[in-house]
């Protein structure tokens, strides 16, 4: 599922697009025909593609005119002068393209030295044409995280040199019409995206980053557009005797199957679907929608499978600027939202959706943009709390930690901070275990759910009782904190009847003392009651916070998914909607507790984090082990 973004925007957008326009007529003398077949091929290609004017970053004699990294670093110039801000005012530049001048290194390190940028973090993300996607989400994330206040995200190419004649004309009439195909499609350019969590709205607009998805599809199908391979794509340029005999047998020529491009807008407007029904975007709330195609030979394409979908977007709605500015790869959408900005008077409340289809091994990106009213507060959720459409029924990708250490008394914020780091590692991991991947894909039945509870029951059952023995090992001054803790147990006393009565109501038949607690929840066990047997258990407090944590803010992420998926009564989910609303108090008298600890002995703090650590893997094991491997 995307990706959504509630403090990231688009602060300006910028492109580069080198030398004057070139026209169909003028193409031979960048790319001059190399045989007989080739004027046939480029009247075909030319008639089908619409574009009427490209740009090359190379001169009529094949001369390179401007580098790569020169050419991403004049869009990076142009967007940060509309910006209104320096290379100083960024921490992260992300690159994305087919590949630098150089195979190694990565081309954001070429981008940063070609600006002569101070120290900043990089990301070089090498791909086809959603490449630039890859590089913004990544800079979104970081913004997102709090990592970065502003990124640039940069995405260029520069196929010019492959196509020129001195390439192409030692092999001449074995030259494919994969290889040819390429040569009247593509062209250069450069695009650039300023990226902040604080916008300027200086024209009274903010343009807000929504949400990225991404999909690769590259494990259903094989290679459709290459550079480095054989024509029968068997053999890397790399395992010829040489770099001449690579490039005689054509395996340094740009190729793709054109075969295979059906598929890929088959794949990219299901993939729609999938995000329409989800309920990210709808075709009706689309005010503007920004088509990366190769070929307007496609536009047919994608409206007539957008119909056969009932998600029609009119064309009216449409933008490209494909006949004037060619297609440039991986830079084309952003080259082309930069333009549209400038072209295009945007209102408060509209939407603009980018439509990227990659052809290298088949994928497809989305983008959804917001314009809002700068005059309107900014968002000021959590971050890190990255949340889903109202109506998708999808377990969030990040959970806030129990605590916000900013709220707490300032001398607990350290050992929140702590702890949230560890919550979120083990947040993360859980999203990721057997029993909630299943019921994420939507796969989850009732015998699931009822062997579940009849592994939970005996776990939750010991809870009061470890907690009991933990109040006995108080003494000295910790002895106050025993009323706490024996408040707390005697309110997990009962719980596991409650959760016994939902595995009944569930279908389950098993007598309560024949059920039995999976491997992880026998380590669990075990080692919580080792620990309130020894003197002055404090770490224990670390234990509650992770499991206290898991009902309040795992628990109630689920519960929707499992009302969908699994046919029973409410009564067979009380548990669960107890914790999602009562452990809050919960944790509320936890923090009372280590209010007290700390002020007595800070040094806990230390044996606080270590158990919380602890428990956190022992607990990640109980998941793991819920569905049977």
Not at 35 to 42: A, D, F, L, T
Not at 423 to 447: C, E, M, N, Q, T
Not at 574 to 587: I, K, P, Q, S, V
Request: hydrophobic share 45%; charged share 20%; aromatic share 8%.
């Amino acid at each position: 599922m995307p990706t959504r973004f509630k403090h990231v925007y688009i602060e300006a957008a910028g492109y580069h697009l080198p030398g004057p326009p070139v026209g169909n007529d003028a193409m031979d003398a960048y790319i001059a025909p190399i045989n007989r077949i080739s004027g046939r091929i480029k009247a075909r290609i030319l008639a089908e593609n619409g574009i009427r004017t490209r740009h090359y970053a190379i001169d009529a004699d094949g001369n390179t005119v401007l580098s790569h990294a020169r050419l991403a670093a004049n869009a990076v110039a142009d967007c940060l002068q509309r910006a209104q801000a320096t290379i100083a005012d960024v921490s992260l530049l992300a690159a994305g393209s087919s590949g630098g001048d150089a195979l190694m290194p990565g081309f954001a390190s070429m981008i940063q030295g070609e600006l002569g940028a101070p120290p900043m973090a990089t990301l070089s993300s090498q791909g086809v044409c959603a490449a630039g996607v890859t590089a913004l989400a990544h800079a979104a994330q970081g913004i997102e995280l709090g990592a970065h206040r502003q990124a640039l995200v940069v995405a260029a190419e520069m196929p010019s040199r492959m196509f020129k004649h001195s390439r192409f004309a030692p092999r001449g009439y074995d030259s494919d019409f994969d290889a040819h195909f390429l040569r009247w499609m593509l062209s250069d350019g450069a695009g650039a995206m300023l990226l902040t969590d604080s916008p300027s709205g200086r024209n009274g607009l903010r343009l807000k980053l929504n949400w990225v998805h991404q999909q690769s599809f590259a494990g259903d199908y094989p290679v459709c557009m290459q550079l480095g391979l054989s024509e029968d794509r068997s053999t890397s340029f790399l395992d010829y005797p040489s770099s001449s005999e690579a490039e005689a047998a054509g395996a340094l020529s740009l190729r793709q199957d054109i075969r295979l491009l059906p598929h890929l807008f088959d794949v990219s407007i299901h993939e729609y679907v999938k995000l329409v029904e989800a309920g990210w975007v709808t075709s009706a709330g689309v005010d503007h929608f920004l088509c990366h195609y190769s070929s307007e030979k496609f536009i047919p394409v994608v409206e007539d499978l957008l119909d056969k979908a009932g998600l029609t977007i009119p064309k009216e709605r449409w933008y490209s600027n494909l006949a004037t500015r060619g297609n440039t790869g991986a830079a084309s959408i952003f080259v082309m939202l930069a333009e549209f900005l400038d072209t295009h008077a945007v209102q408060p409340g509209e939407k603009i959706l980018c439509f990227i289809p990659e052809s290298g091994r088949i994928s497809a990106a989305y983008m959804l943009l917001e314009v809002e009213d700068a005059t309107a507060p900014l968002a000021t959720a959590t971050r890190g709390a990255v949340a889903v459409p109202a109506s998708c029924d999808t377990v969030p990708g990040t959970i806030t930690a129990p605590h916000d250490p900013a709220s707490a008394p300032e001398p607990l914020q350290p050992l929140l901070t702590a702890l949230a780091g560890i919550w979120h590692d083990y947040r993360s991991k859980v999203w990721r275990s057997p029993v909630i991947h299943k019921l994420v894909a939507g796969r989850f039945g009732l015998a699931d759910y009822r062997s579940w509870i009849a592994q939970w029951v005996p776990q939750v059952r010991e809870g009061s009782l470890w907690m009991r023995e933990a109040v006995a090992s108080l003494t000295g001054p910790f002895a106050e904190l025993g009323a706490l803790i024996e408040m707390h147990a005697g309110d997990e006393q009962n719980d596991f009847m409650i959760l016994y009565q939902d595995y009944r109501a569930a279908g389950g038949s098993a007598p309560l003392d024949t059920l039995r607690r999976n491997p992880g929840g026998e380590a669990l066990n075990a080692y919580l009651h080792a620990l309130a047997a020894t003197e002055n258990p404090l770490g224990l407090l670390g234990a509650i916070y992770v499991i206290e944590g898991t009902g309040q803010r795992i628990v109630p992420a689920l519960l929707p998914l499992l009302r969908k998926q699994v046919d029973l009564p409410a009564s067979a989910f009380r548990f669960l909607e107890y914790h999602g609303a009562n452990d809050e108090h919960h944790l509320a008298r936890w923090l009372a507790a280590v209010e007290i600890t700390l002020d007595i002995s800070p040094a806990a703090a230390d044996a606080i984090l270590a158990t919380a650590k602890r428990t956190a893997q022992l607990y990640l094991m109980q998941f793991e082990h819920i569905i049977a491997h």
